[in-house]
């Protein structure tokens, strides 16, 4: 038992050394002309160091997957680390309790998709999430909900299209939400999901023009920007 305890404490060390070292290179990346062009993009600019994507993927690939390291990275609380952290942990690993957790820590957009796109939705528990965040009153898990949404139309190839029509109602609800990190992430769900094929194209047109119907302005971009899209005769998946 000892041993065990010893044994956990110097990996717990370990990571923790890994994590400083992983900030100090993404300290080392940092560009703050970079920083005030996220501001500019709705990119909330607080512990955040201006890396870009393809950096963080870099240092992703060169870590490896790490449950433990993507715990200790979340924790720093800096923008960069937290987008790390979605990239380098395990699926099979994640608890819904964590998923909940990430969720409430949600601070901006790119952070909230990039774990979602890169780690939520490959998860046990994706479409539950994306069904339960979809209805919630705090924004970017709200907004997490609907990316799920969208995110699974193009990952997750087993998927029926009765699981993607059981979503039509929570986007028509959510399609008159005010915040506009809301309101696109509703249009994304939206478009993908009719992207997905012809069958549910043709659904996605339907809720689309029911949802322009509605007396709000909200609604009305939500499915004139989707309509564009789901109505041309060729669209990329």
């Known amino acids: 038992m000892l041993r065990r305890i010893q044994k ?3 990996k717990n060390i370990s990571i923790q050394c890994q994590a400083q070292s992983i900030l100090r290179e993404l300290k080392s990346l940092s560009d703050q002309v970079a920083v005030e062009g996220m501001l500019r993009f709705g990119i909330n600019p607080q512990n955040t160091y201006g890396v870009s994507i393809p950096d963080l ?23 960069e680390a937290r987008i790390l952290a979605g990239m380098i942990d395990e699926p099979a690993l994640v608890s819904e309790k964590q998923m909940n957790r990430w969720a409430k820590d949600f601070d901006s957009w790119d952070v909230c998709d990039q774990v979602c796109l890169n780690l939520f939705d490959r998860t046990e528990f994706a479409y539950r999430k994306a069904v339960e965040w979809s209805q919630s009153d705090r924004e970017f898990v709200k907004r997490a909900g609907f990316v799920l949404m969208a995110v699974m139309a193009v990952h997750n190839k087993e998927m029926s299209n009765q699981e993607f029509l059981d979503f039509f109602p929570l986007i028509k609800k959510g399609a008159t939400d005010r915040r506009n990190y809301v309101k696109k992430a509703v249009n994304w ?8 094929n012809e069958e549910l194209r043709t659904e996605a047109i339907k809720l689309a023009l029911e949802i322009k119907n509605i007396n709000s302005r909200e609604a009305r971009w939500v499915a004139n920007d989707a309509l564009k899209e789901l109505r041309a005769k060729v669209f990329k998946r």
């Open 57 to 79: 993927r870099r240092i992703a690939k060169k870590v490896g997957k790490n449950h433990r390291l993507a715990q200790a990275l979340w924790r720093r609380r800096v923008h």
């Open 189 to 196: 769900a939206l478009r993908q999901i009719g992207k997905r």
């Open 8 to 10: 956990d404490r110097a």
